[in-house]
Each structure stands twice: as structure tokens, then as C-alpha cells.
């Protein structure tokens, strides 16, 4: 749950999917070896159910009755009674999760269709009506003096919400006065939520014309993949024409969106574009600096060393920018189905801890998994937790290649996460974005392992631990050059509107920086940032990729060195949801993340995988 005074829901803000086809009841692809599509039933039958309609109406009615029993009373109430007020607070609004979840769900997997994207939008707008009439109890609880709280909280009652409130009180000096709070909330749904369903619909409906045939964007993307360098080359300009012709609604999205952030940001004192995030995170400004200045330090012996290896091996002078997913000389990337991906992330699950693997099991065997391409779907992949009452469902787009295999593995792992959190309650559940990828960067190196100790080939494990050590590169130093370029647009936005070709100046910087020398960057790259929805949807969450990968490798350390004990630590940390902060989590394992040789030990096992395929 996000504690930003006018937040839209937690269940809103998840991309989403609804099919009036029939194709959103059950599936019929989960036994055929096709990529399967979810049934999201265990939210609700169809947007006009019966039970949502009335799960709406209760809400609201719920909502005005908490209203009128606790507003202006909230500091009065004795332990036990705002225990039982923040008990009937998580209810109503663990309904509106589920509203919003299936909402949200029902648009992710097809954004082109009027009618989904009308019923997601009319959900949001129903629930930021009802969330105002339950916007006081925050801000009220707010106001309590430290002092008084902490006596409250020796009630036993409460005392079981201390995280939730620790938390909330994060944002305390950033709260706004009662009726700014109200209009920023009402105004949400007209504002920056508006901007990011335009920015959603119109890349869903974007078509690539390529090789006479008419791609969606990811399908496009797809193709800068190929072995073919001549393929990638095409696909690579055929994208970047696109976005082109494109770019003036996409800077003007990105503009929009940087500067109502910015006033956002003046109005609730933070000192930063990138304080927000960081609150939200729990985590000080300075600890993500040193983050970043530990990785950018690191680029020269990271990326610059990797693709000067890369360009070896493909026997170019120079990379562009459509080599750098291309797959390497003597890969054996053969086609693999759904099932053979499904077999292969279900035995590392389960060989790691069975425990892990009965709860990978149920997402593959239940319809709990959208992962079939289809036109008008969410290019990207997801895990929405939605609610403890229900199940996780995960969103991604599988076709064929280990990369997938590799992203049906991390997304599995934030579902892991998600179900074994839950018992924390809605609330609780929720990590900050530091802790978020633990579980699923983990699934990955997992998955990568039980792969490469099946694998006998020595040039075929040389070929998967260099196609490891890109993924890594993309997990930490790409994110933190995207985090390098959203700080940069940021802080020049203030000072007036981007032209979209700085934009694309302020791209290529971070770009180039990042990726070294053995890059030559064509001008069509220029307009690649447009397509990232996490600069729209999640300013700055991009750094918590590069957070959780160095956590994962010293984490993983912990275990090769030493796995006696290991697993029912890591259960434990994954079912502490929300209520641990990581110093309290990662201390089990012997491990400090504010130290700052923490990010060396996490960026070193990095260096050494480009060490081995250097000597290799």
C-alpha cells in the first residue's frame, strides 16, 4: 500500500485485462502446451457481476459510516478503539483492492478495447470518490504527537499495527492540510492517472510496419533479438520511426507528468525529484546515492569490459545499439514451449525448497498466468498481488526463448513473495520496492543455475553465463542509467518544458555513459526512452532492480557458501512482508545493506562471471 496522502488505490495503479470474449473465464490453454491466459473469477465473474456491484455499494456506504463515526476523533480513540478503527479501515479498503485489482487486471492484457479501458476508468473514478470520504483517517492519525501514539501502542490491540503506522508516519512531515489533501485526491482521476492511460492506450495500439507485416511494440522489439543482424537493424529503425513519428504526444505525456511531480514535490517539501520514491521506500536519499555512485564508478570494469568482449565475439568493430540483445556465435537458442518452461522453473523452485516449489505449482497449474502475445496486451510483465483474500496473478508475454523462461521465473518469484506476505494482511503485505525484487532476482538466479548445471557443453555454458551476465548488466547498470536520465529530466523540467530532441540529448548521455566505447549510437536511438512505462508510471522505482540484484548476489552467496539453515530464513523474510525493515531482514543472513562494501560484494560477483568469460 502506497501512503501518499492522494493516492490513487494500490489495486489501480497495476496494469489490468478484461475480455468480453469469453477468453477471461477459464482457461482453456492450460493442458495444449500453449502460453496460457488467466481467469480472473477468484476476483470476480464479469465487470457487471452481481457480487461486484454490490462489493461497490457496500464500499461506499461502508465508507461514509467510518466516516461519520471516527472523523474528528481519531486522537480521542484509546488503543483498543483505533485498533478496531484501523481493522475496519483495512477492510473497506481491501474491497477497493479488489475492485481495483480486477479493474486493473482486466485492462493489462487488452488496451486497445473501449469498453475495458471505459470499465477501468469508471472503477478508478468510483474509487477515488470513496477513498475521500476515508482520506481524514490518515491525515488525522498523522497529527497524533509521537508521545501519545507510543502510549497507545502499549495496548496490545494496536500494538499489532506498529508497522503499519511506523510506515504511514514516513510521509508525516509531507502532509498537506486536510482540504489540499481532499482536492488532489478528487482531481487524480482528471490529472497524472489521465496522462498514463493515454500514454498505455496509445503504445497498445501503436503498429510497427516491418517487413510487410504490421507488429505491435513488443512484437517489434521482439525482433531486435534475431540472429540476424540485418533483421535487428530493420526492426531497430522501423521502432525508432515510430516513436518518432510519435514523439511530440510522448514528450508531451513526459513533460506533463515530470511537471505535476514537481509541483507535488514543492507543495510536500521534498528536497528532491527522487526524495519521494525514496520515502516511499524507506530508505534515505543517501543510501540510493550511494548506490548509484557505487555502479556508475563500476561501469568501466561492468559493461564497457563486458561489450568490448561482445564486439569480439561477434567480430564487429563497433556495436549498435540493435546488437546489444543479439544473440551470441554458437548459441543454441532453440524454441522452447510453455510446458518445457514451466518444467524448468517448477524443478529449481522446488529443488531449492519444496515449500517454494507447492506454491509455484499452484501458478502453473491454476489460470493464474496471462502469458500468450496477443495484439492489444501489456507489452511488459507483471505480478499484481491484489489481495490476501485471493491469489497473485502474474502478466507476461512468452515466446519461446530462455529469456523467457527466465521471466516466467522472476515473476513467479514476486508471486511467491506476494502469497507468502500475505499473511500480514492487506496492509502489511506490501515490501518497499528495496525489498520487492528479493524474492524474484533470486527465482532468476536460481532458475540460471539448475540451467547450467544441467547443461554439459562446455561452449554452450560459456554462451549461457556470458546470456547471465547481460541479464545482470540490464538488472543493475541499465536501471541505473535509466535512474541517471529520469534524475536528469526531472531537475531540468523544473526549470522549464523539454524539447524532445533534449530529451533525447539527455538519452543518448546516460546511454553512452553506460555502455562504453564499444558503442556507436545512431540518431534513431534518441527516441528509445520514450517507450519505458516505468518513467511514466513509477518515477524513479527503477533503481530498486539494481537494489535488489546486489542484495540477491550476496544473498546467494550466503547460501552456496553455506545453505544449512538458509532456506527457513529466506521463508521467513519473504512471509515478514511489510513489517521488517531490510537491516531487520538481511541481519539473519549476516548482511547490512547501509555498508558500504555491501554494493562492492553485490557488484563483484558481476565482475568475476566477465572474468571467467574472459579466461574462457
Not at 554439459?456 to 536520465?485: G, H, W
Request: negative net charge; proline residues 5%.
Amino acid at each position: 500500500m502506497a501512503y501518499e496522502f492522494s493516492r490513487p488505490h494500490r489495486g489501480s495503479t497495476a496494469d489490468s485485462r478484461f475480455s468480453p470474449d469469453g477468453a477471461n473465464g477459464p482457461s482453456a490453454r492450460l493442458n495444449d502446451g500453449e502460453p496460457p491466459r488467466w481467469d480472473l473469477s477468484d476476483l470476480y465473474a464479469a465487470p457487471d457481476s452481481q457480487e461486484l456491484v454490490a462489493d461497490r455499494t457496500r464500499a461506499a456506504e461502508d465508507a461514509r459510516a467510518f466516516q461519520d463515526t471516527y472523523r474528528g476523533r481519531v486522537a480521542s480513540l484509546s488503543g483498543t478503539e483505533l485498533a478496531a478503527a484501523i481493522e475496519t479501515y483495512e477492510a473497506i479498503d481491501e474491497t477497493l483492492g479488489r475492485i481495483g485489482s480486477f479493474a486493473s487486471l482486466s485492462f493489462s492484457a487488452d488496451m486497445s478495447n473501449a469498453g475495458v479501458a471505459k470499465f477501468n476508468q469508471s472503477v478508478t473514478e468510483t474509487l477515488s470518490d470513496i477513498s475521500s470520504s476515508l482520506l481524514f483517517f490518515t491525515l488525522e492519525l498523522n497529527r497524533i504527537e509521537d508521545a501519545e501514539l507510543e502510549l497507545k501502542l502499549q495496548t496490545p490491540e494496536l500494538a499489532l499495527w506498529r508497522p503499519f503506522l511506523r510506515d504511514l508516519r514516513m510521509f508525516r512531515a509531507h502532509q498537506l492540510a486536510d482540504d489540499i489533501e481532499q482536492v488532489l485526491l478528487e482531481k487524480s482521476v482528471t490529472g497524472a492517472s489521465a496522462w498514463r492511460r493515454l500514454y498505455d492506450e496509445h503504445l497498445a495500439a501503436l503498429r510497427i510496419p516491418f517487413d510487410g507485416a504490421s507488429l505491435t511494440l513488443g512484437d517489434a522489439l521482439n525482433r531486435m533479438s534475431d540472429p540476424s543482424r540485418a533483421v535487428r537493424e530493420r526492426a531497430a529503425k522501423a521502432v525508432g520511426a515510430a516513436l518518432q513519428d510519435n514523439l511530440r504526444l510522448l514528450s508531451l505525456v513526459t513533460n506533463t507528468l515530470a511537471k505535476d511531480k514537481a509541483i507535488s514535490d514543492k507543495l510536500r517539501g521534498y528536497a528532491r525529484p527522487e526524495s519521494y520514491r525514496n520515502v516511499s521506500n524507506m530508505v534515505e536519499d543517501e543510501v540510493v546515492d550511494a548506490l548509484v555512485s557505487a555502479v556508475v564508478a563500476d561501469y568501466p570494469r561492468l559493461s564497457h569490459r563486458y561489450y568490448a568482449l561482445k564486439a569480439k565475439w561477434l567480430g564487429l568493430e563497433k556495436l549498435e545499439h540493435w546488437d546489444r540483445n543479439a544473440p551470441l556465435p554458437d548459441v543454441n537458442e532453440s524454441d522452447i514451449s510453455w510446458l518445457e518452461a514451466t518444467r524448468i522453473v517448477r524443478q529449481a523452485y522446488d529443488g531449492f525448497d519444496p515449500r517454494l516449489g507447492r506454491i509455484v505449482g499452484e501458478f502453473l497449474d491454476k489460470p493464474w498466468i496471462d502469458a500468450a502475445p496477443v495484439p492489444g496486451k501489456s507489452s511488459g510483465a507483471f505480478a499484481h498481488p491484489t489481495v490476501p483474500s485471493a491469489h497473485p496473478y502474474i502478466l507476461m508475454n512468452f515466446r519461446g526463448r530462455t529469456r523467457d523462461v527466465m521471466t516466467l521465473a522472476h515473476e513467479i518469484g514476486h508471486g511467491v513473495h506476494q502469497t507468502l506476505a500475505g499473511k500480514q494482511g492487506y496492509f502489511m503485505s506490501a515490501t518497499p520496492l528495496t525489498l520487492a525484487e528479493t524474492a524474484s532476482v533470486f527465482g532468476e538466479m536460481l532458475t540460471f543455475q539448475h540451467l547450467l548445471d544441467a547443461e554439459k557443453d562446455p561452449t554452450q555454458r560459456r554462451l549461457m553465463l556470458a546470456s547471465k551476465v547481460e541479464d545482470m548488466l540490464n538488472t543493475v547498470v541499465r536501471q541505473i542509467a535509466f535512474y541517471r536520465f529520469e534524475s536528469l529530466v526531472h531537475n531540468e523540467r523544473r526549470d522549464g518544458e523539454l524539447l524532445p530532441e533534449r530529451i533525447g540529448e539527455l538519452w543518448r548521455q546516460v546511454q553512452t555513459e553506460s555502455l562504453g566505447p564499444a558503442f556507436n549510437f545512431t540518431s534513431d536511438y534518441d527516441t528509445y526512452w520514450s517507450y519505458v512505462p516505468h518513467f511514466i508510471h513509477s518515477p524513479f522505482y527503477v533503481y530498486a532492480y539494481a537494489f535488489g540484484d546486489c542484495l540477491v548476489n550476496a544473498l546467494y552467496g550466503v547460501y552456496r557458501e553455506n545453505s544449512f539453515g538458509f532456506q527457513d530464513k529466506y521463508v521467513d523474510m519473504l512471509q515478514a512482508g511489510g513489517t521488517l525493515r531490510h537491516k531487520e531482514l538481511l541481519a539473519p543472513f549476516g548482511l547490512d545493506a547501509s555498508d558500504p562494501a555491501f554494493w562492492r560484494k553485490g557488484l563483484d560477483v558481476i565482475s568475476g562471471f566477465i572474468d571467467q568469460l574472459e579466461n574462457a
